[in-house]
Nanobody, 121 residues
Framework: QVQLVESGGGLVQAGGSLRLSCAAS????????MGWYRQAPGKERELVAS???????TYEDSVKGRFTISRDNAKNTVYLQMNSLKPEDTGVYYC???????????????WGQGTQVTVSS
C-alpha cells in the first residue's frame, strides 16, 4: 500500500505563513492527481487545492491568491505554501493522491493522516 506522510503544520499568527509537505512512498505505483483538503471543527472536509500530474491547479475561492499548491513528481511529493493565513484557515489538513498500482492496475485514492494548522488572531 502507498503511504502518505504529511509534515509542516503548526501554530502561527494571523498573517503568517506555513508550508505543508506530503510524501508518498511504496512500491510499483504512479500518481496522477494530488490535493489538499481541510476540516475545521464541526465542519465537513473541504477541498483546498488540487494539482494534476501535468501541473494544472485548482483552488477553493477563499484561498486563491494566498495558497500555492505544487508537486515534485520525481519525489512523489505535494506541497502547499500558505501565506497571509487567517484564523478561518484553522483545521486539520489532509493530503490525498490518486494512485495507480502497476501490478493490479487498480486506481485508488490514498489519504494522509492529517496535520493540524492553527492560526491565532
Amino acid at each position: 500500500q502507498v503511504q502518505l506522510v504529511e509534515s509542516g503544520g503548526g501554530l502561527v499568527q494571523a498573517g503568517g505563513s506555513l508550508r505543508l509537505s506530503c510524501a508518498a512512498s511504496g512500491r510499483r505505483f504512479s500518481i496522477s492527481g494530488m490535493g489538499w483538503y481541510r476540516q475545521a471543527p464541526g465542519k465537513e472536509r473541504e477541498l483546498v487545492a488540487s494539482i494534476t500530474s501535468g501541473g494544472s491547479t485548482t483552488y477553493e475561492d477563499s484561498v486563491k491568491g494566498r495558497f500555492t499548491i505544487s508537486r515534485d513528481n520525481a519525489k512523489n511529493t505535494v506541497y502547499l505554501q500558505m501565506n497571509s493565513l487567517k484564523p478561518e484557515d484553522t483545521g486539520v489538513y489532509y493530503c490525498n493522491a490518486d494512485v495507480l498500482y502497476f501490478d493490479s492496475r487498480i486506481l485508488t485514492r490514498r489519504w494522509g493522516q492529517g496535520t493540524q494548522v492553527t492560526v491565532s488572531s
